[in-house]
């Protein structure tokens, strides 16, 4: 999937470069497009809706759908293979995509669905009473809770839907384990790795609730070819009652970010479904992965005078990457924001250099196969 660049509304901004394929809708604004959030962002592309569709659909048709923003219904487009769940909760319909991100529709969930004849949503209801349609697919797993009436769903996106239904249908091509409060089932086949907590609970992806089965236990039934181990603190906390260990395939860490210790920052572990840290030293963790497959970016304040990142490892000044997973990149005044699937750091190289590293790690890879990253 190559880069495209896609100039401000304002004209003021450096541009931004971002795979097309990452874009799950965009709605018509006064001053261009305003495109899906990135970690919070959004961004006005000053092209019109249509042009902008043409560049980015590629051989996924975006469908045309009426948005909901500030009481108004405004014209866009979604990616079908992008929504996971789809629920209406006082009249507004939410969309929820498998990357994490909410969107409100003027329309019904029904007028929706209608528009997508070729995608078969689920319905289940949750415990406080909205029908919730779901892509089979998307469910990564289900665990009973405590009052064994109500089920957790977990989905890719790691969002849960609590209900007191049960399809054995749904569930009928996943694994089941017997944990403290019931049968559990999920998808062994797409799990990339898992956490402990200290009372030995396991959570698959951090989303699917295995209460009271061990590590041992869950790599006999998820075996992980390449365990890579390290442990991590709840964000904030620093305590040690809320340690998680984490064990992951190896092939799923696609970045590494050091940051500043002495600020109490841990090291950023970035995986498809969830953006991690770890307490760990920076040396343990990478000792554990295949460096080769990474692209090895600057953080360092050589050079920065005021505007050096303050969460910078002055000890380990770099960044690694795989080359898919950098999803968009924007320069700034104190280098360049790399945008991953589940989180965003500050590089020194720019945007054109970060490129052309891209196309160095292909060649490595792949010879003979290269395409414009520029697209």
């Keep these: 999937m190559t880069f495209i660049t896609l100039p401000y509304s304002s004209g003021d901004r450096p541009p931004l470069h971002i795979r097309p394929g990452t874009i799950d809708f965009l709605l018509k604004e006064e001053d261009g497009t305003l495109l899906n959030e990135l970690h919070g962002r959004r961004y006005l592309e000053s092209r019109s809706i249509e042009s902008l569709l043409s560049v980015i659909q590629g051989d996924e048709p975006l469908v045309e759908v009426s948005f909901l923003k500030s009481s108004t219904r405004v014209r866009g487009y979604i990616r079908p293979g992008a929504i996971e769940l ?3 909760v006082g009249g507004v319909t939410r969309v929820h995509t498998s990357r994490d ?25 949750s415990d406080d009473g909205q029908a919730v349609y779901f892509r089979r697919d998307r469910l990564l797993g289900v665990s009973p809770l405590e009052c064994s009436s109500i089920y957790a769903y977990s989905f890719d996106s790691r969002e849960r839907v609590y209900s007191g239904q049960f399809e054995p249908s749904w569930v009928t091509d996943m694994t089941a384990a017997q944990v403290k409060r ?6 062994a086949n797409r799990m990339k790795g898992f956490r402990v907590d200290q009372d030995g609970n396991s959570e698959l992806h951090g989303a699917v609730m295995l209460a009271g089965l061990s590590a041992e236990a869950v ?14 603190c709840a964000a904030g906390q620093g305590g040690t009652e809320y340690r998680y260990d984490w064990v992951l395939e190896r092939d799923a860490i696609h970045a590494i970010v050091p940051r500043n210790p002495g600020m109490n ?10 953006g991690l840290d770890t307490i760990d030293p920076v040396d343990k963790l990478l000792a554990q992965l295949d460096l080769a ?9 050589a050079g920065r005078g005021p505007n050096v990142p303050w969460e910078y490892d002055p000890r380990h000044p770099w960044a690694y990457y795989r080359p898919e997973s950098i999803l968009a990149m ?3 005044d104190d280098g360049t924001a790399i945008a991953t699937r589940t989180s965003s750091h500050i590089v020194d190289e720019t ?11 292909a060649c490595r890879t792949c010879p003979g196969t290269i395409s414009d990253p520029q697209g």
């Design 86 to 88: 789809i629920t209406a």
């Design 101 to 125: 991100r909410d969107c409100n529709l003027a329309e019904s969930p029904s007028e929706l669905m209608a528009r997508l004849p070729d995608e078969a949503f689920d319905c289940v209801h």
């Design 182 to 187: 019931g049968r559990a089932f999920f998808r």
């Design 219 to 232: 790599l006999k039934v998820c075996p992980i070819a390449h365990p890579v181990s390290f442990a991590q």
């Design 265 to 274: 920052w841990d090291t950023s572990v970035g995986v498809p479904f969830l």
């Design 293 to 301: 497959s990474f692209v090895r970016l600057t953080r360092s304040s």
């Design 330 to 332: 924007e320069a700034r």
């Design 351 to 361: 945007p054109e250099e970060v490129l052309g590293a891209l196309v160095g790690a």
